[in-house]
T-cell receptor
Protein backbone atom coordinates (compact mmCIF):
# COMPACT_ATOMS: atom_id res chain seq x y z
CA UNK A 1 0.00 0.00 0.00
CA UNK A 2 1.91 3.04 -1.28
CA UNK A 3 1.79 6.38 0.40
CA UNK A 4 3.29 8.95 2.70
CA UNK A 5 3.23 8.55 6.45
CA UNK A 6 3.89 11.19 9.06
CA UNK A 7 4.31 10.74 12.78
CA UNK A 8 3.26 11.65 15.30
CA UNK A 9 -0.19 12.96 14.43
CA UNK A 10 -0.14 15.35 17.39
CA UNK A 11 2.95 16.70 19.13
CA UNK A 12 3.30 18.97 22.12
CA UNK A 13 6.52 20.84 22.74
CA UNK A 14 7.70 22.83 25.69
CA UNK A 15 9.48 26.12 25.21
CA UNK A 16 13.16 25.61 24.43
CA UNK A 17 12.83 22.03 23.21
CA UNK A 18 13.80 20.66 19.84
CA UNK A 19 11.37 18.18 18.30
CA UNK A 20 11.64 15.98 15.21
CA UNK A 21 8.75 15.19 12.88
CA UNK A 22 8.94 12.03 10.84
CA UNK A 23 8.05 11.68 7.16
CA UNK A 24 8.36 8.42 5.23
CA UNK A 25 7.28 7.55 1.69
CA UNK A 26 7.25 4.27 -0.23
CA UNK A 27 6.32 5.78 -3.59
CA UNK A 28 9.91 5.75 -4.84
CA UNK A 29 9.70 9.51 -5.29
CA UNK A 30 12.93 11.47 -5.60
CA UNK A 31 11.64 14.78 -4.26
CA UNK A 32 10.27 15.49 -0.80
CA UNK A 33 8.98 18.69 0.80
CA UNK A 34 8.01 20.17 4.13
CA UNK A 35 5.29 22.78 4.43
CA UNK A 36 3.80 24.69 7.31
CA UNK A 37 0.15 25.73 7.42
CA UNK A 38 -1.25 28.28 9.85
CA UNK A 39 -5.00 28.74 10.40
CA UNK A 40 -6.72 30.35 7.43
CA UNK A 41 -3.53 30.44 5.41
CA UNK A 42 -2.04 28.58 2.53
CA UNK A 43 1.00 26.35 2.67
CA UNK A 44 4.46 27.80 3.07
CA UNK A 45 7.54 25.86 2.00
CA UNK A 46 10.11 25.17 4.72
CA UNK A 47 12.63 22.86 3.05
CA UNK A 48 12.74 20.59 0.05
CA UNK A 49 14.98 17.85 -1.25
CA UNK A 50 15.32 16.75 -4.84
CA UNK A 51 17.71 13.90 -4.19
CA UNK A 52 19.29 11.95 -1.35
CA UNK A 53 21.92 13.86 0.65
CA UNK A 54 20.84 17.20 -0.80
CA UNK A 55 18.24 19.72 0.31
CA UNK A 56 17.43 23.39 -0.14
CA UNK A 57 15.84 26.06 2.01
CA UNK A 58 12.34 27.12 1.22
CA UNK A 59 10.69 30.41 2.05
CA UNK A 60 10.61 30.03 5.85
CA UNK A 61 13.59 27.81 6.79
CA UNK A 62 14.75 29.77 9.84
CA UNK A 63 14.45 27.70 13.01
CA UNK A 64 14.12 24.40 11.14
CA UNK A 65 16.55 21.74 9.99
CA UNK A 66 16.25 18.62 7.83
CA UNK A 67 18.22 15.63 6.64
CA UNK A 68 17.84 13.31 3.67
CA UNK A 69 20.01 10.28 4.31
CA UNK A 70 17.59 7.85 2.66
CA UNK A 71 15.31 8.26 -0.32
CA UNK A 72 12.28 7.21 1.72
CA UNK A 73 12.81 9.52 4.69
CA UNK A 74 12.88 13.29 5.19
CA UNK A 75 12.65 14.19 8.90
CA UNK A 76 12.10 17.79 10.01
CA UNK A 77 13.50 19.17 13.27
CA UNK A 78 11.80 22.19 14.78
CA UNK A 79 14.44 23.86 16.88
CA UNK A 80 14.09 26.19 19.84
CA UNK A 81 15.12 29.02 17.49
CA UNK A 82 11.73 28.81 15.78
CA UNK A 83 9.79 31.51 17.61
CA UNK A 84 6.27 30.54 16.68
CA UNK A 85 6.23 26.83 15.87
CA UNK A 86 2.59 26.04 16.61
CA UNK A 87 1.19 24.99 13.23
CA UNK A 88 0.10 22.09 11.04
CA UNK A 89 3.14 20.51 9.34
CA UNK A 90 2.72 18.74 6.04
CA UNK A 91 5.17 16.53 4.22
CA UNK A 92 4.81 15.94 0.49
CA UNK A 93 6.60 14.06 -2.26
CA UNK A 94 6.72 14.06 -6.03
CA UNK A 95 8.33 11.90 -8.70
CA UNK A 96 10.99 14.56 -9.06
CA UNK A 97 11.33 18.23 -8.23
CA UNK A 98 12.86 19.41 -11.46
CA UNK A 99 12.00 22.95 -12.51
CA UNK A 100 10.79 21.83 -15.91
CA UNK A 101 8.66 18.99 -14.66
CA UNK A 102 4.91 18.83 -14.44
CA UNK A 103 4.54 16.14 -11.82
CA UNK A 104 2.24 16.70 -8.92
CA UNK A 105 2.93 16.62 -5.19
CA UNK A 106 1.15 14.24 -2.85
CA UNK A 107 0.74 14.95 0.83
CA UNK A 108 1.01 12.94 4.00
CA UNK A 109 -1.64 13.21 6.74
CA UNK A 110 0.23 15.92 8.66
CA UNK A 111 1.51 16.55 12.18
CA UNK A 112 -0.13 19.15 14.39
CA UNK A 113 2.49 20.75 16.64
CA UNK A 114 1.51 22.77 19.68
CA UNK A 115 3.90 24.67 21.91
CA UNK A 116 2.88 24.62 25.55
CA UNK B 1 0.59 41.59 -4.77
CA UNK B 2 0.53 37.98 -3.63
CA UNK B 3 1.98 35.46 -6.03
CA UNK B 4 -1.16 33.31 -6.02
CA UNK B 5 -4.45 34.88 -4.98
CA UNK B 6 -7.77 33.31 -4.10
CA UNK B 7 -10.88 34.71 -2.48
CA UNK B 8 -10.92 33.29 1.03
CA UNK B 9 -14.69 32.97 1.02
CA UNK B 10 -16.68 31.37 2.39
CA UNK B 11 -18.40 30.65 -0.90
CA UNK B 12 -21.85 29.25 -0.25
CA UNK B 13 -23.82 27.39 -2.93
CA UNK B 14 -26.98 25.26 -2.75
CA UNK B 15 -26.78 21.54 -3.34
CA UNK B 16 -26.90 20.73 -7.05
CA UNK B 17 -25.57 24.12 -8.15
CA UNK B 18 -22.28 24.87 -9.90
CA UNK B 19 -19.51 26.13 -7.63
CA UNK B 20 -16.92 28.36 -9.29
CA UNK B 21 -13.56 28.83 -7.61
CA UNK B 22 -11.06 31.31 -8.97
CA UNK B 23 -7.32 31.82 -8.73
CA UNK B 24 -4.99 34.42 -10.22
CA UNK B 25 -1.20 34.28 -10.33
CA UNK B 26 1.47 36.87 -10.93
CA UNK B 27 4.36 34.92 -12.47
CA UNK B 28 4.03 34.66 -16.26
CA UNK B 29 6.59 31.85 -16.17
CA UNK B 30 4.10 29.59 -14.43
CA UNK B 31 3.68 26.34 -16.28
CA UNK B 32 1.50 23.97 -14.31
CA UNK B 33 -1.50 24.48 -12.08
CA UNK B 34 -3.02 22.30 -9.40
CA UNK B 35 -6.21 22.25 -7.38
CA UNK B 36 -6.20 20.58 -3.98
CA UNK B 37 -9.16 19.94 -1.69
CA UNK B 38 -8.58 20.14 2.04
CA UNK B 39 -11.17 19.03 4.55
CA UNK B 40 -11.00 20.62 7.99
CA UNK B 41 -8.15 19.15 10.01
CA UNK B 42 -6.92 16.99 7.11
CA UNK B 43 -4.12 17.24 4.58
CA UNK B 44 -4.61 18.49 1.01
CA UNK B 45 -5.77 16.02 -1.61
CA UNK B 46 -5.01 16.60 -5.29
CA UNK B 47 -8.17 16.74 -7.39
CA UNK B 48 -7.14 18.37 -10.68
CA UNK B 49 -4.13 19.63 -12.58
CA UNK B 50 -3.87 21.51 -15.84
CA UNK B 51 -0.96 22.60 -18.03
CA UNK B 52 -2.50 23.89 -21.26
CA UNK B 53 -4.88 26.73 -22.00
CA UNK B 54 -8.49 25.71 -22.11
CA UNK B 55 -10.65 23.33 -20.15
CA UNK B 56 -9.92 19.97 -18.59
CA UNK B 57 -12.79 17.86 -17.30
CA UNK B 58 -12.74 15.03 -14.78
CA UNK B 59 -16.14 13.85 -13.64
CA UNK B 60 -17.94 16.73 -11.92
CA UNK B 61 -14.78 18.86 -11.92
CA UNK B 62 -13.57 21.16 -14.68
CA UNK B 63 -10.35 23.14 -14.52
CA UNK B 64 -10.02 26.17 -16.77
CA UNK B 65 -6.75 27.89 -17.60
CA UNK B 66 -6.16 31.21 -19.31
CA UNK B 67 -2.45 31.99 -19.33
CA UNK B 68 -2.90 35.33 -21.09
CA UNK B 69 -5.11 36.53 -18.24
CA UNK B 70 -3.07 34.61 -15.62
CA UNK B 71 -6.22 32.99 -14.36
CA UNK B 72 -7.16 29.46 -13.42
CA UNK B 73 -10.52 28.29 -12.16
CA UNK B 74 -12.22 25.17 -10.87
CA UNK B 75 -15.86 24.43 -11.57
CA UNK B 76 -17.72 21.84 -9.53
CA UNK B 77 -20.97 20.73 -11.14
CA UNK B 78 -23.87 19.25 -9.18
CA UNK B 79 -22.27 20.36 -5.91
CA UNK B 80 -22.78 18.04 -2.97
CA UNK B 81 -22.52 18.73 0.78
CA UNK B 82 -19.47 16.42 0.74
CA UNK B 83 -17.73 18.98 -1.50
CA UNK B 84 -17.70 21.42 1.44
CA UNK B 85 -13.99 22.01 2.06
CA UNK B 86 -11.21 24.50 1.44
CA UNK B 87 -9.85 24.46 -2.11
CA UNK B 88 -6.21 25.37 -2.58
CA UNK B 89 -4.81 26.61 -5.86
CA UNK B 90 -1.11 25.87 -6.44
CA UNK B 91 1.13 27.09 -9.23
CA UNK B 92 4.49 25.76 -10.36
CA UNK B 93 6.87 28.13 -12.07
CA UNK B 94 10.03 27.32 -13.97
CA UNK B 95 11.29 30.72 -12.78
CA UNK B 96 11.13 29.59 -9.16
CA UNK B 97 12.97 26.32 -9.51
CA UNK B 98 9.83 24.30 -9.92
CA UNK B 99 8.46 25.01 -6.45
CA UNK B 100 4.73 24.97 -5.85
CA UNK B 101 3.33 28.30 -4.67
CA UNK B 102 -0.01 28.02 -2.88
CA UNK B 103 -2.87 30.44 -2.56
CA UNK B 104 -4.51 30.86 0.84
CA UNK B 105 -7.50 28.76 -0.22
CA UNK B 106 -11.21 29.31 -0.76
CA UNK B 107 -13.67 27.82 1.71
CA UNK B 108 -16.66 26.26 -0.04
CA UNK B 109 -19.89 25.46 1.76
CA UNK B 110 -22.56 23.45 -0.05
CA UNK B 111 -25.96 23.76 1.65
CA UNK B 112 -28.43 20.85 1.46
Amino acid sequence: DGGITQSPKYLFRKEGQNVTLSCEQNLNHDAMYWYRQDPGQGLRLIYYSQIVNDFQKGDIAEGYSVSREKKESFPLTVTSAQKNPTAFYLCASSVNGLAGSYNEQFFGPGTRLTVL
Amino acid sequence: QKEVEQNSGPLSVPEGAIASLNCTYSDRGSQSFFWYRQYSGKSPELIMFIYSNGDKEDGRFTAQLNKASQYVSLLIRDSQPSDSATYLCAVRSYNQGGKLIFGQGTELSVKP
